[in-house]
């Protein structure tokens, strides 16, 4: 069954540093998602991304963050200047459809990011 | 902003016993769905409910949907051990929004053999 993969699994990383983070989204999946989950707290939404571009992005997802789809399979977060309190599980997710009643997000394992 | 929010926090039982999960909302939503988180893993898609539907049924899952009172119950029947997660619900609004999710809290459920 065709997954959503991430990497590196954990990631650790001096504050301040840069961080790419990558995703292998489903190969004939549209719609791309960053959501990331501090430990002990909800999953939060970061960013979409659709047709080569950004379509909506949450506070959190401040000018440090960007996305990028630089070919066909692979979708990246960059954080440029790490912070401590970007420790956390940031999960990459891929949908198919366009209709409303279709919105299933399929998630991957996760990049733990540990900034010391 | 919409916010999903689940209770109880966590829920302990026996295997064969029924589970039974609940979550509030705040805003109008197209959907409602539910995730299941393993320990240190990614979410897994469980189910997805329309907001015109009332219930919905996936193996031993029973799902509802009360959109006036902007709540749904995830009941797991004949709960294993192996159902030992955590469950999230999630809400989407419009889709021209790039139909991102707003999670809730989730209910760490533990199911003891």
């Known amino acids: 069954e065709p997954e959503v993969t991430q990497t590196p699994s954990h990631q650790v990383t001096q504050m301040g540093q840069e961080v790419i983070l990558r995703c292998v989204p489903i190969?004939?999946?549209?719609?791309f998602y960053w959501y990331r989950q501090i430990l002990g707290q909800k999953v939060e939404f970061l960013v979409s991304?659709?047709?080569?571009?950004?379509?909506?992005k949450s506070e959190i997802f401040d000018d440090q963050f960007s996305v990028e789809r630089p070919d066909g399979s692979n979708f990246t977060l960059k954080i440029r200047s790490t912070k401590l309190e970007d420790s956390a599980m940031y999960f990459c997710?891929?949908?198919?459809?366009?209709?409303?009643?279709?919105?299933?997000?399929?998630f991957g394992a996760g990049t733990r990011l540990s900034v010391l | 902003s919409q916010q999903g929010e689940e209770d109880p926090q966590a829920l302990s039982i026996q295997e064969g016993e029924n589970a039974t999960m609940n979550c509030s909302y705040k805003t109008s939503i197209n959907n409602l769905q539910w995730y299941r988180q393993n320990s240190g893993r990614g979410l897994v898609h469980l189910i997805l409910?329309?907001?015109?539907?009332r219930e919905k049924h996936s193996g031993r899952l029973r799902v509802t949907l009360d959109t006036s009172k902007k709540s749904s119950s995830l009941l797991i029947t004949a709960s294993r051990a192996a159902d030992t997660a955590s469950y999230f619900c999630?809400?989407?609004?419009?889709?021209?929004?790039?139909?991102?999710?707003?999670f809730g809290q989730g209910t760490e459920l533990s199911v003891k053999p």
């Open positions: 991304f659709y047709n080569n571009e950004i379509s909506e």
């Open positions: 999630a809400t989407d609004a419009r889709i021209d929004q790039g139909g991102k999710l707003i």
């Open positions: 409910i329309r907001s015109n539907e």
């Open positions: 190969s004939n999946h549209l719609y």
């Open positions: 997710a891929s949908r198919r459809d366009r209709l409303v009643a279709k919105n299933i997000q399929y």
